[in-house]
């Protein structure tokens, strides 16, 4: 198993395929890079396992709709969310390619 990754080498397989890249996995967790560009919709649905997100560059806003008042905020560089298993949320106006890395726990399913 792989314990070295770069962002730049996994971004390259995302090229003209699916907005998501999962590089490790394990049953413990999951966990992949995002990349939405300027205008682009995020159409993920709420996930059955508890998530963080990671923003490695970029800008946008996200939403989070769970048991918590609803929460929307832009999101920078450097910025971590934790979204709870099922909560509702997007990403939207994103103005700069966001790129994200994303841990799924226990591993996506």
């Known amino acids: 198993m792989q314990s070295f990754y770069s962002t730049d080498e996994i971004r ?7 907005l998501y890249e999962e590089f490790l996995r394990v049953p413990a967790m999951s966990c992949g890079i995002y990349v939405l560009q300027p205008g682009e919709l995020d159409l993920q649905q709420p996930h059955n396992e508890d998530e963080i997100y ?5 800008s946008a806003r996200m939403r989070l709709i769970g048991d918590q008042p609803t929460e929307d905020r832009p999101i920078k560089a ?10 509702e949320h997007k990403f939207h106006d994103v103005n700069q390619e966001l790129v994200l890395l994303v841990v799924f726990a226990p591993a996506r399913t």
């Open 12 to 18: 390259k397989r995302i090229q003209g395929r699916p």
């Open 54 to 58: 990671f923003v490695i560059s970029g």
């Open 78 to 87: 450097g910025d971590i969310i934790f979204v709870k298993a099922h909560d």
